[in-house]
């Protein structure tokens, strides 16, 4: 058993984290992070581990050298601390924004504030196995990707990659509350929230710089908050090269991801599911992507969906370390997920 | 046209108190006050009143006098400022729970505070129009009852008042969102919030006490906060006197709410919305009554649904503004809410 | 008063009818038709309306001659049916797609058979106000525009009119589920609708063709059911022509829209509320149109929300109804819409 | 590996029975039965479980000797085929309500119609491992409680055993959508669903004959149906007993539920989940519970949660087929339920 410590451990991400972790086969989780809870007991905060974990908050100084280290903790804040988390486990897992884009101009220019480790930034593999699997094999320091951008770079990466798309791409991306994280606040308000459809970013959204950097695809974003608690879906929108019809796109999505034992494409004429819909991926770790091709305009739109907190992060973020453990790659994350719910 | 105010109108309560007041042909709101986003256009935060108001929120301070000044401010809050308040008003309309019980040891027991004007108590008038109407008419100090004891006092009084319960009864309370107001906190966050059954007062709610004082009848209260975002229903279980059967229940009903505008009977064996709803009662300040008898026990479920800030509050303030100045009792309040919804 | 009837009034957009006709000022619903319903109460079915009405639903062979005749009868259902409509009133406002596309052939190719009263298209207006007021001042035929393509049209016609759009545009529309009738069926069974985003038209939405035929904007548009009982939003997104910026944009819509009784632009940088959302706009015949312009990129992102069964259908038909009367173009559709919802 | 086989598998009941069954380490599903959906593929019915099966529906007819025949039948219809299905396997587990009851006028009661295979009751063993754990371990014939039998019986149970309940009970008992089932119908269209609060059985529910045979205490209940796909949650109302305070009841459950793998207490006075609720629970086998006591008025409330789905039906099956089997309980029924959800 590897032992494993979890910092920002109160929040959504963490609490999946643990949730994940715990039942998960080759480790133990020793200590849970979190400044704001430090003292509590972890299932009064996350009441679904009731009986599953008698583990308490510690603050972040508490921390001792474990096997694996997975940083919950906030974007533009992690790398401040960077260093101090390296020293204490050979694996770290950051699911924080701060280590995916490898350009620090770029990271400047979407988060606001310069980067202050970018010396690090070569370090870091991104977390996307579909894509980045046999670097993930080596990893030491993986950076797991936004929700959205998972979605939509595995959307596009296999169209992308066959040459299949020309120019750019337009994502519209739906989100749902979790995304935003475990502090109360106006705009996550039940009242505020509950369907509504917020516009929360109709440009220059940052995962657009993920998108890119991982695709060669520039792309124009739009968020959106849905009402879901958990759920991302993404519509993307490409014009198809010369040549390119339904078969060809087909086609490449089947060769990128056969054997991908997360990805199911979902693209039919037929039924209630025929295209991705995240409401049955809540909790399970797939990113099931599907696709509509226009002849007549020679368009397609494609279109992703996951659990914004297990393969838009926590889940992702297990699956990189199986693969870095060479343990299979579904431990721990072999719930398929509800229907209905 | 009356000049009208709104203290606290920045909250849920407030907003709907404006909506309503700005559509009523008898009145003008020349003030909405509120500390908290003094500065800041109504608009802005109501935004479902765009275009409806030029108005900024003013600080309390800024208050002058109207006809009718309506304090949707917090329960033990209101008492201390209460003096101040009368000055500026002929009439004064109180939404919150200070004025609604005439026996300040009960006020202490059920808010753990004393109260700080007690003297005052007396001058209140109880605003529920089909108990109070004819001292409505004349009131000049109005307490408008609580959203779940609103529709526990219209669901139970008809009976009580006919001799028709045995003993005392039980209440099941549930409430959208709305209710918990306008302020973040970790319970309202739509994350947690959403799609949830949360016994929140599963003894001794607060509203027992006003159900008791107006209907006579010691009731044991539950309240569960479940997804909506306005409306509460109530399930109030009760055994009946000896000889009380079906047909005597509503015929007790019938009498108790014949020409009243805003209480409708709903007891059908048949159809979606054979019971009270509230769904169909967003925006509406009808409250629905309804039941169903069980011989074989002999006792009664009641069932009372409304908007929780309609006719659970707003609304009901404005009705007794209404028969107070002798104009039609539906003035601004006749929507009838939506189907679907 | 004017005596109106509504045929398909047991639907939802017939419910809608009702609720707006049985509170206008000018005019009395004399007669609702329902084939399916025949003989019930109109408020069983609609029980929003308990209390307003005593109307029974009848056959549609019971109609008599009214002076306005409401048609919320299915698409490619209706056509079959106009001629005995239009013997019945003066004035026929139908809410079916069957005479909103003047080319039979656009209609053929996107309803999937051929128009069966093709010589009576070009008697219809098209009943948007915002577009056609003067035509609708004496049109006793009136084809309502569809839900997703009023919100559209109304994003996109200043601007296209204005010469700022360069070449097409793409629509991301969502949609509540009374979008989808009242029939039940698997697609709107609660437990598979309930927090979904089902992408239910990847490609070749038929209100693609209202769209185009409006603006002279060629669409490529993606429909989504999300969840929301009413409501529709769309996201437009193209390139601006050269020398056109943020302050163009603004101007063009200022100008479409002055004066405008239903139109509001929510434009803003800050706020829960800053572009367009159909949950404040539940029950209320506006239309709130808002954009995002990325000088970056010379694109924009416009945004258009409204209650699909309001001023996407019911409320758009009595607001043409009062413009061809001559009355005031709010009655009947004063209801502001709630906050919150 | 012990091969099963589930009969009224395109249900919500049944799917959920297969996605257990699929992830259990000791049994193969080697058919999955349904003669509406005969021909189709399991996943496209259940699209939860694709890439997790290759099954296809199959006739009941296609039915052959397994070792666990699940039946996922409905009520009154299940016993007339009983015969049938007792030929075809060793152990039969009905989730049905037609062998619960052991008294067949007490079926024919509240069910409306005479039982045709009473001879067949003694047969079967309540399948409540909680109560009922030693029978079951030889038990070929399981009749699974209704879910919110389930969670009212596991809520009164320890009190009514420790005799601290005096005279009888009131149960108000909330249910999500998913407990109607996957037919289509009025009654579960999303548009009436969404956000209701329905009583659609305010006396008399069938749920009370499981409840007062179990536990000895005679009940009234309530059922409402909330916003909820999955779900159910009950609050249970009873007078104390001479001398019974919160310790005391306390007490009983600890006794009751020692070592429960699937009872959890939850009975705090702080916390957003310091009570039973559902919504953490979706997935789970889980059945927590939890009481206040109002000393005052001798009285308690009793809260219990759980997935209708799992604990209230699928899980708990499966639970009682472990058992029978002597594999560990928890086996295919460990996913702990997700936080925030």
Redesign the interface.
Same mark, same amino acid.
């Given at each position: 058993m590897r032992r494993v410590a979890v910092v920002g451990a109160a929040g959504?991400v963490g =609490?999946?984290l643990l949730?994940i972790l715990?039942?998960h086969p080759h480790v133990e989780v020793v200590v849970a992070c979190s400044r704001r809870q430090a003292g509590r007991q972890v299932d009064?905060v996350? #009441?679904? /581990?009731? *009986? /599953?974990t008698g583990l308490t908050f510690v603050e972040p100084d508490a921390l001792d050298c474990v096997d694996v280290l997975f940083l919950a903790t906030q974007h533009t804040q992690t790398m401040g601390a960077i260093h101090g988390f390296t020293r204490l486990a050979k694996q770290v897992i950051d699911l924080s924004a701060d280590f995916r884009l490898s350009d620090p101009e770029v990271y400047r220019r979407y988060y606001g504030v310069p980067h202050q480790a970018a010396e690090l930034l070569g370090d870091f593999v991104y977390g996307l196995p579909e894509l980045h699997r046999d670097r993930l094999r080596s990893a030491d320091r993986v950076a797991v990707p936004g929700c959205m951008a998972t979605a939509a770079i595995l959307a596009l990466h296999p169209l992308a990659a066959a040459g299949l798309i020309e120019g750019g791409a337009?994502v519209?991306a739906?989100t749902?509350? @979790?995304g935003a994280g475990?502090t109360? *606040? #106006? +705009?996550? /308000?039940? &009242?505020?929230? @509950?369907?509504?459809?917020?516009?929360f970013a109709?440009?220059?959204h940052r995962h657009e710089a993920e998108i890119a950097q991982q695709t060669g695809v520039a792309v124009?974003m739009?968020a959106?908050g849905? +009402?879901?608690?958990? =759920?991302v879906?993404v /519509?993307c929108?490409a014009s198809l090269a010369d040549g390119a019809d339904e078969r060809a796109v087909r086609q490449a999505y089947r060769r990128a991801y056969a054997g991908e034992p997360f990805i199911?494409i979902?693209a $039919?004429t037929r =039924?209630? $599911?025929r295209? #991705? +819909?995240?409401?049955?991926?809540? *909790?399970?770790n797939?990113c099931?992507v599907g696709? &509509?091709?226009?002849p007549?305009?020679r368009?397609a739109?494609l279109?992703a969906?996951l659990d914004n907190l297990v393969k838009g992060s926590a889940g992702n973020a297990v699956q990189s370390m199986n693969i870095r453990h060479g343990w299979p790659e579904r431990a721990g994350l +072999?719930?398929? =997920?509800?229907?209905?719910?």
């Amino acid at each position: 058993m590897r032992r494993v410590a979890v910092v920002g451990a109160a929040g959504y991400v963490g =609490g999946e984290l643990l949730r994940i972790l715990i039942g998960h086969p080759h480790v133990e989780v020793v200590v849970a992070c979190s400044r704001r809870q430090a003292g509590r007991q972890v299932d009064n905060v996350h #009441p679904n /581990l009731r *009986g /599953l974990t008698g583990l308490t908050f510690v603050e972040p100084d508490a921390l001792d050298c474990v096997d694996v280290l997975f940083l919950a903790t906030q974007h533009t804040q992690t790398m401040g601390a960077i260093h101090g988390f390296t020293r204490l486990a050979k694996q770290v897992i950051d699911l924080s924004a701060d280590f995916r884009l490898s350009d620090p101009e770029v990271y400047r220019r979407y988060y606001g504030v310069p980067h202050q480790a970018a010396e690090l930034l070569g370090d870091f593999v991104y977390g996307l196995p579909e894509l980045h699997r046999d670097r993930l094999r080596s990893a030491d320091r993986v950076a797991v990707p936004g929700c959205m951008a998972t979605a939509a770079i595995l959307a596009l990466h296999p169209l992308a990659a066959a040459g299949l798309i020309e120019g750019g791409a337009s994502v519209d991306a739906r989100t749902g509350s @979790s995304g935003a994280g475990a502090t109360a *606040g #106006p +705009e996550n /308000l039940h &009242a505020e929230r @509950s369907g509504s459809m917020r516009v929360f970013a109709p440009v220059r959204h940052r995962h657009e710089a993920e998108i890119a950097q991982q695709t060669g695809v520039a792309v124009r974003m739009t968020a959106t908050g849905v +009402e879901a608690v958990r =759920g991302v879906q993404v /519509l993307c929108r490409a014009s198809l090269a010369d040549g390119a019809d339904e078969r060809a796109v087909r086609q490449a999505y089947r060769r990128a991801y056969a054997g991908e034992p997360f990805i199911r494409i979902v693209a $039919y004429t037929r =039924g209630l $599911y025929r295209l #991705p +819909e995240p409401k049955i991926l809540t *909790g399970s770790n797939f990113c099931d992507v599907g696709f &509509a091709v226009d002849p007549a305009s020679r368009s397609a739109v494609l279109v992703a969906a996951l659990d914004n907190l297990v393969k838009g992060s926590a889940g992702n973020a297990v699956q990189s370390m199986n693969i870095r453990h060479g343990w299979p790659e579904r431990a721990g994350l +072999e719930f398929p =997920g509800l229907h209905p719910n």
